[in-house]
């Protein structure tokens, strides 16, 4: 059984530009939630999806956003791209929107903006 | 939201008991607490959760003094494998989840 995926795992990108990140969630999961993790800190929520739609946000700019497919897939989107977004970007999967009890993370997609 | 306060590092020995212990006074009647593990360059990892009083899996230990004001991860037996990242959570089942700056766990030979 799969876990969580996300690919790519590693991209670079030039300031300005626009990256898509995507993620499968865990089989019989129907909500994904996204995760910037800088480099020694703790992940920081982004946002929320379940039956594509955007059910909760954290404090990121509209440069970020996202989309949720009928299977349940899931994409990251950052617009104009800053050095300060070069960071570990973690997807999360779960069974309904619950967000606090057993969430399971995929190995993330490390991107770096040069 | 509740904030938590863990400390920055430890370090342990193999086969000692590890206490992580985590403050948080501002926890809510709805919240609950919740520990992940993460490795290097990898997702976070769920290790247990809890409301009060003890909660035990195959991983670890969970204590909840009645006040709910913090709690302690134990780690039986720590071995090389359980050097990581531990976060403490603290917050409703159906809320994003908020991690802190977690405690570095370094376990020595």
């Known amino acids: 059984d799969a876990g969580v995926t996300q690919s790519p795992t590693h991209l670079i990108k030039t300031r300005g530009q626009q990256v898509t990140l995507r993620c499968s969630p865990k089989?019989?999961?129907?909500?994904v939630s996204w995760y910037q993790q800088a480099l020694g800190q703790g992940p920081q929520f982004i946002f929320q999806?379940?039956?594509?739609?955007?059910?909760q946000r954290g404090n990121f700019p509209d440069r970020f956003s996202g989309h949720q497919f009928p299977n349940y897939s899931s994409e990251l989107n950052v617009n104009a791209l800053l050095l300060g977004d070069s960071a570990l970007y973690l997807c999360?999967?779960?069974?309904?929107?619950?967000?606090?009890?057993?969430?399971?993370f995929g190995q993330g997609t490390r991107l770096t903006v040069v | 939201l509740a904030k938590t306060t863990q400390p920055i590092s430890m370090d342990s020995y193999e086969g000692q008991e590890v206490n992580i212990t985590c403050s948080h006074n501002?926890?809510?009647?709805?919240?609950?607490i919740t520990w992940y593990q993460q490795f290097p360059s990898q997702g976070p990892r769920f290790i247990i959760q809890?409301?009060?009083t003890k909660v035990t899996n195959e991983v670890a230990s969970l204590f909840i003094p009645a006040d709910r004001k913090s709690s302690t991860l134990s780690l039986p037996r720590v071995s090389l494998s359980d050097t990581a990242v531990y976060y403490c959570?603290?917050?409703?089942?159906?809320?994003?989840?908020?991690f802190g700056s977690g405690t570095r766990l370094q376990v020595q030979p």
């Open positions: 959570l603290v917050g409703e089942l159906r809320r994003a989840l908020t």
């Open positions: 501002n926890i809510a009647t709805n919240d609950y």
């Open positions: 999360a999967s779960s069974s309904g929107p619950v967000g606090g009890s057993e969430a399971f």
């Open positions: 089989s019989g999961h129907d909500t």
């Open positions: 809890g409301y009060k």
């Open positions: 999806y379940y039956e594509e739609e955007e059910r």
